[in-house]
């Protein structure tokens, strides 16, 4: 069995992980209340601001992880990946819809809104298939153009005027140069936050990062629950195998590596049975990558 499989359907079904999308939703609420509540703008800022992943934290891919699992292939796929972003049927999370709506609508004491800014790690090439997929699905998009001026959407690969394309430096562009103070991020891996913990961070030092900043978490960080893909797979340790190469422990990923390939055994529901349970996204691998 891919050893993914338990942890996509926990991800795609289980009460659990609904309950813990609209806990975190709930207590990012209370949070930017608490900020408006405080109204500590800075001298440098217009505004506030929140900042939010995309994948697995307001969209829900469990129909292209699920496929990958089906076919037996790695989820750092470049090809097949743009290919589902185009398709546009990224569903929402638990909450996602009615809590960016209710941001949306929220004003501070001097009526100016509190600004939303998506950040994710998602291609430039498939901006505009992701900017009708989050319309489509209610999601407040007052720009999602690709000059980084005006955007509320940056993308892998948008280049800020000073060369920056990286999430931290969306992050200090928008802090910096358009004037706006963050009171709350979202995201699903911990790189979402802090380059203290991006995949190339050895798993151990990730770990005591997280330590190092307990007081960030529920506060001005809200971590959203992602057992199936991220950068706890690709930092952990390098292990052999029987043959004496090695592997990285998890998915036995070929860190990267973005070709589209089979890399251990396709599964079945006659093998798997707990396939049934998942909804899988049909490829066309005819389609623009």
Known sequence: MHNN???????????????????????????????????????????????????ETLLDNSQYNSWLVRRGRNFNEKGSWNRYCRAGISRLTAGAREFMQEVAAMRDRRGNPIEIFYVTSRLEEVREATCANL?????????????????????????????????????????????????????????????????????????????????????????????????????????????GTQMTVGDDLRSGEQTEEQVREALTPELTPKLGVLDIWEDDPDAEP
């Open 5 to 55: 499989t338990d942890a996509l359907v926990w991800l795609d079904t289980s009460a659990e992980q609904h309950a813990l999308y609209l806990q975190a939703f709930e207590l990012a609420r209370l949070r930017i209340w608490d900020a408006l509540r405080e109204d500590a703008l800075g001298s440098g800022a217009d505004r506030f601001c929140i900042f939010s992943d995309l994948d």
């Open 135 to 243: 319309l489509a699905l209610g999601l407040p998009l007052p720009d999602g153009g690709a000059d980084p001026v005006s955007t509320h959407l940056f993308m892998q690969g948008t280049v800020t005027p000073s060369g920056g394309v990286k999430k931290y430096d969306h992050y200090a562009f928008v802090a910096g140069e358009r004037r706006r103070q963050p009171v709350l991020w979202l995201g699903d891996n911990l790189s979402d936050f802090s380059k203290d913990f991006s995949s190339s961070v050895p798993w151990a030092t990730r770990l005591a990062n997280a330590q190092v900043e307990r007081a960030a978490w529920g506060k001005k960080w809200i971590a959203f629950p992602n057992p199936v893909y991220g950068g706890f797979l690709l930092s952990l340790p390098k292990l052999d195998k029987p043959d």
